[in-house]
C-alpha cells in the first residue's frame, strides 16, 4: 500500500497519562508521558525533533484538547479522530423517538393512566423536581467547567478530584487573576492540599486566553448561583414537608437512602399506599419490575417499563449507594445477582426490593429491619450443605473414617 507519512505518531490519550507511537519508516519508538503541559511540551519536542509529519489521536472527551494546544502552538501537524471510526466502520440506524413511540402505544390503548395526587402533592413535586434538575443542572456545569479548564491545559481535575471544593476555587479564583505563584499558592490551599502543592503549580500552568478566562468566571457565577437557588429549594421543601418527617425519617433508615432521596419519594408517591394494592403495583409503577416477554410458553428477558422516571432515577441512584454498605442485605442480594445477571440488572432487582420495603413501612406504619449481609447463607442451609457434599465426593474426597481402638 501507498505510505503518504514516513514519519508520524499516534497518541493514545487517557486523563492523566498519554501512550505517544513515533513511526519512522519500519521503526518505531514508544514513549510515555504525563498529561501536564510541561511534559507536554517536552513530547512536542520530541516530535519536532524527529522531523514527524503528522500526529493523529483519539477524541476521548476534552482530554485531547491540551495536547492539540501545545501541538498547534509549535507548528506540528495533528489531527483528532473519533475513536468508534478507528476501531469499527460506522454504521447508519435511526432510533425511534420516545414521544412518538409513547405515543402510538396510546394510540392502540396498551397504556394504562397514572393516579394523579392531590394539588398538595402536586406542588411539592414541581419543588422536589425543580431542585432534583437544578442539582443535575450544576453537575453538567461543573462537567462543563472542568472541560473549559481541560481546553486551557489545566489539569486541576488530575491532581484534586473535586474541582468545586474550597482550594479548587480558590485556585480557579487566582488563576483568573494571574496571581499563582509559589509564594502565594500557599493561602489558597486547604486540607489534605497543602500536601499537593508542587504538583498543583504544574497542574495550573496553563494555557488560559483571555476569553477563556471571560468563560470560566461565566461558568462558576453560574454554579454560585445555581448553590443558592438549591439552597432556597431546600428550605421550602424543610417547610411544606415538616408534616411527613415521621414518614421521611422512617424511609431514611434504609441504607442508600439520604434525607433528600427520602423527601424526592415521598414527593412523588405519598405517604397513602392505599391507591397501590400491592407492592407490586408500587414497583411495577415505578419501573422497576421486568416487563412481560413470553412466547411459546417461554419466558425471555423483558425490558423494565417506563414508569415514574424520577422516582426510578432516585432509587437506583439509591441503590448504588446500598450496594456499597457491606453489612446490608443489600450488598448481598447485589452480590447474588451481578454474577449471572449483570450489574445493571442487579442494580434494578436492588432498587425492586428498596421500593417494596418502602411500601411496608409506609402501608403498615413499621421500622425498616434489615434482613442482614448473611440472609443468603442462612437460607436453605441443610440443602446448601448436602449439595456441596455431593461435589466434593464427585471430586474424590473421601471422609475422614475413625478406627476403632
Known amino acids: 500500500m501507498q505510505i503518504t507519512y514516513d514519519v508520524c505518531c499516534g497518541i493514545d490519550v487517557h486523563k492523566k497519562m498519554i501512550m505517544a507511537c513515533l513511526r ?5 519508538e514508544i514513549r510515555e508521558y504525563s498529561t501536564l503541559t510541561k511534559d507536554l511540551r517536552d513530547m512536542a519536542s520530541w516530535l519536532e525533533s524527529a522531523d514527524c509529519k503528522m500526529v ?17 502552538m509549535l507548528g506540528l501537524n495533528a489531527i483528532v479522530v473519533n475513536a468508534q471510526h478507528m476501531k469499527t466502520v460506522p454504521g447508519r440506524k435511526t432510533d425511534v423517538k420516545d414521544a412518538e ?21 402536586r406542588e411539592l413535586r414541581e419543588v422536589s423536581r425543580y431542585r432534583k434538575s437544578l442539582i443535575e443542572e450544576r453537575a453538567r456545569e461543573k462537567n462543563r467547567l472542568q472541560k473549559v479548564l481541560e481546553g486551557a491545559n489545566i ?26 505563584t509559589p ?18 503549580l504544574q497542574a495550573m500552568d496553563g494555557i488560559c486566553t483571555k476569553v477563556q478566562k471571560m468563560l470560566i468566571k461565566a461558568i462558576v457565577d453560574h454554579i454560585d448561583d445555581m448553590t443558592e437557588r438549591i439552597k432556597d429549594l431546600d428550605n421550602i421543601i424543610n417547610k411544606e414537608m415538616k408534616k411527613y418527617d415521621d414518614a421521611i425519617n422512617a424511609i431514611d433508615e ?24 400491592s407492592p407490586a403495583h408500587l414497583a411495577s409503577w415505578a419501573g422497576l419490575c421486568p416487563g412481560n416477554n413470553e412466547s411459546a410458553g417461554k419466558k425471555k428477558t423483558g425490558r423494565s417499563n417506563k414508569g415514574n422516571k424520577i422516582l426510578k432515577t432516585t432509587m437506583t441512584q439509591s441503590a448504588q449507594s446500598a450496594i456499597r454498605n457491606k453489612d446490608s442485605f443489600f450488598r448481598a442480594q447485589y452480590n447474588r445477582l451481578v454474577v449471572r445477571r449483570g450489574a445493571n440488572k442487579a442494580k434494578v432487582a436492588v432498587a425492586h426490593s428498596m421500593i417494596i420495603a418502602i411500601w411496608h ?25 448436602a449439595f456441596h457434599m455431593k461435589k466434593l465426593l464427585e471430586l474424590g474426597w473421601k471422609p475422614a473414617v475413625s478406627s476403632m481402638s
Open 56 to 72: 493523529a489521536m483519539e477524541s476521548t472527551g476534552s482530554y485531547w484538547k491540551p495536547i492539540y494546544n501545545i501541538l498547534e
Open 254 to 277: 434504609i441504607p442508600g437512602i439520604g434525607c433528600q432521596s427520602a423527601e424526592t419519594i415521598i414527593a412523588e408517591i405519598g405517604v397513602d399506599m392505599d391507591r397501590f394494592p
Open 101 to 121: 413511540w409513547i405515543a402510538d402505544l396510546l394510540r392502540h390503548g396498551l397504556l394504562k393512566a397514572s393516579f394523579i395526587p392531590n394539588k398538595e402533592q
Open 155 to 180: 489539569k486541576l481535575a488530575s491532581v484534586l478530584q473535586d474541582i468545586s471544593g474550597l482550594s479548587s476555587r480558590s485556585l480557579i479564583n487566582g488563576m483568573l487573576e494571574d496571581n499563582i
Open 361 to 385: 413501612i409506609l402501608k403498615y406504619n413499621v421500622p425498616y429491619e434489615d434482613l442482614g449481609s448473611d440472609y443468603y447463607n442462612k437460607k436453605n442451609t441443610e440443602k446448601k450443605m
Open 24 to 28: 519512522k519508516g519500519n521503526k518505531k
Open 183 to 200: 509564594e502565594t499558592i500557599d493561602d489558597m490551599l486547604f486540607g489534605s492540599a497543602k500536601e499537593k502543592k508542587q504538583d498543583l
